[in-house]
C-alpha cells in the first residue's frame, strides 16, 4: 500500500524558516516524481515545487522561487521541503505527492504550516 | 501561473448527473494533454480520479468521466451518491509548472 506521511509543520514567526519531511512506503520510492502541493484556509490547491527521481531537476513556483528548496533522500525514501524567509501568505496545509506524467497519483494527509507573529 | 476557472458550487439529486467545468487558457488547458481532478475530503488526502484528461484510476468508478474541449476541461458525475459530496479540483500541466482552479464545492441534495 502506498503511503505518504507528512511532517515538519508548525507555527513559525514571518521570515523564519521550516523543513518539512514526506516519509514514503509502499512503492520504490527513486522511481516517481514527487511534488509539493500546498492549500491556504479557504482556498483552492497551489502547485509548489516538483522533484525529479534522481533529484537532479526540480521546479518551483513562482510564489515560491529562491525560498523554498526541494530535495529527496532516495536511501531514506524521504521527500523534504526546506523553506525560509516564511511568509504569512505561505501559511497552509502542505501535501507531498507522487507524480505521475499527468498528474498526481497519491497524496499524504497534510501538515499544517502557520507563519504568523 | 493563473489558476484555472472552476465554479464555486454546484449541485444535485442522488441519481442525476452534474458538470463542473475548468477553464483555462491556451498556455494551459487548452495545449495540455495532462489535465486531471482530484477529489478533497476535509481532513483527508485529496485523491486522483481523473488524469490525462478523460483516464480514470484504477478503483474509481466509471461514473467519473472527464472530456476538454478547447481551454475548458469538464469533470462529468453520473449517478451521483451521497458519497460524492465534496470538493472537487481541476489542474492542468502548464509547460514546467501545474496549475489548479479554485476548487468547486458538490452538494449532493
Known amino acids: 500500500e502506498v503511503q505518504l506521511v507528512e511532517s515538519g509543520g508548525g507555527l513559525v514567526q514571518p521570515g523564519g524558516s521550516l523543513r518539512l519531511s514526506c516519509a514514503a512506503s509502499?512503492?520504490?520510492?527513486?522511481?516517481?516524481?514527487m511534488t509539493w502541493v500546498r492549500q491556504a484556509p479557504g482556498k483552492g490547491l497551489e502547485w509548489v515545487s516538483d522533484?525529479?527521481?534522481?533529484?537532479?531537476?526540480?521546479y518551483y513556483s513562482d510564489s515560491v522561487r529562491g525560498r523554498f528548496t526541494v530535495s529527496r533522500d532516495n536511501s531514506h525514501n524521504t521527500l523534504y521541503l526546506q523553506m525560509n524567509s516564511l511568509r504569512a501568505e505561505d501559511t497552509a496545509i502542505y501535501f507531498c505527492?507522487?507524480?505521475?506524467?499527468?498528474?498526481?497519483?497519491?497524496w499524504g494527509q497534510g501538515t499544517l504550516v502557520t507563519v504568523s507573529s | 501561473q493563473s489558476a484555472l476557472t472552476q465554479p464555486r458550487s454546484v449541485s444535485g439529486s442522488p441519481g442525476q448527473s452534474v458538470t463542473i467545468s475548468c477553464t483555462g487558457t491556451s498556455s494551459n488547458v487548452g495545449s495540455s494533454n495532462y489535465v486531471s481532478w482530484y477529489q478533497l475530503h476535509p481532513g483527508k488526502a485529496p485523491k486522483l480520479i481523473i488524469y490525462d484528461v478523460s483516464k480514470r484510476p484504477s478503483g474509481v468508478p466509471d461514473r467519473f468521466s472527464g472530456s476538454k474541449s478547447g481551454n475548458t476541461a469538464s469533470l462529468t458525475i453520473s449517478g451521483l451518491q451521497a458519497e460524492d459530496e465534496a470538493d472537487y479540483s481541476c489542474c492542468s500541466h502548464a509547460g514546467s509548472s501545474w496549475v489548479f482552479g479554485g476548487g468547486t464545492k458538490l452538494t449532493v441534495l
Open positions: 505527492a507522487r507524480r505521475i506524467i499527468g498528474g498526481f497519483e497519491y
Open positions: 509502499g512503492f520504490t520510492f527513486d522511481s516517481y516524481a
Open positions: 522533484i525529479s527521481t534522481s533529484g537532479g531537476t526540480a
